[in-house]
């Protein structure tokens, strides 16, 4: 019988991985105070400030949910599993090899990444002798992770269990394939770049160009937002490229 409950411990992050994790939450927060701060604007009426004000205020919300629902994301699930080493590569290789799990760390602390059609999930497994500390999250390392998972992380945790599972039992599973690594210069991802670099550099000049042709706190926070948009993209992409050159060097 598998025992599966939260704990109290949470999946600890890096700056920059807690920056990607909560940066909806701070999106959010900045468009709140920034329609606030507009209400000094003397040429809005009443009106106008009201619908302002309600704006700001379900923009606060909206960031408070959200904030919410991250931060519960990241506590850990515990497994108590008898299992020995071999038989948790062997679950590895096997989940690599049905599921196209690629591996980014396999050491006492297990992490992999998990395609999707989207920006996909990171599985972080902690090895004990009796038990498995286990998380499933939006990929961290992608341009923006998915907000709403629709249990796909419950489903992953359970994924990977199952495998281990099997193999305790002596089930058969079959043969691991050669474990790929995602290529960030395929051809696929070549031409995504080649579209999505120069919209994003268009989209960054039509939020000036909205800022400056009639310079309102209307346009200002549609430009600005537009702005952040696809300057998020760009840096998030070039972070992972980065990423990638610094883990290829020897």
Avoid at 9 to 31: A, G, M, P, W
């Amino acid at each position: 019988m598998i025992e599966q409950k939260k704990i109290k411990q949470r999946l600890k992050l890096s700056f920059d991985q807690t920056l990607t994790h909560y940066i909806v939450v701070l999106f959010l927060l900045f468009y709140s105070g920034l329609i606030f701060w507009s209400l000094h604007d003397t040429d809005i009426d009443l009106t106008q400030k009201s619908e302002l004000i309600i704006l700001s205020v379900i923009f606060f919300i909206l960031a408070i949910i959200f904030a919410f629902i991250q931060y519960q994301r990241l506590y850990l699930t515990e497994i108590k599993i008898n299992y020995t080493e071999e038989q948790f590569q062997e679950a590895v290789k096997n989940v690599v090899a049905d599921l196209n799990w690629r591996i980014e760390n396999n050491k006492k602390l297990f992490k992999a990444y998990i395609p999707t059609v989207f920006q996909g999930y990171t599985l972080t497994v902690i090895k004990y002798k009796d038990r498995l500390l286990i998380n499933s999250i939006g990929n961290l390392s992608s341009r923006m992770p998915p907000l709403l998972s629709f249990k796909r992380n419950e489903r992953n945790i359970n994924t990977f269990i199952k495998f281990l599972i099997d193999i305790i039992q002596g089930k058969y599973i079959e043969p691991p394939k050669e474990i790929t690594t995602k290529n960030e210069w395929s051809a696929k991802m070549i031409l995504i770049r080649l579209f999505a670099y120069p919209f994003s550099l268009i989209l960054i000049g039509l939020g000036i160009y909205t800022i400056l042709i009639r310079l309102s706190m209307v346009t200002f926070i549609v430009g600005l937002g537009v702005i952040i948009i696809a300057t998020i993209y760009l840096y998030s992409d070039l972070k992972i490229l980065t990423r990638k050159k610094k883990q290829e060097k020897p």
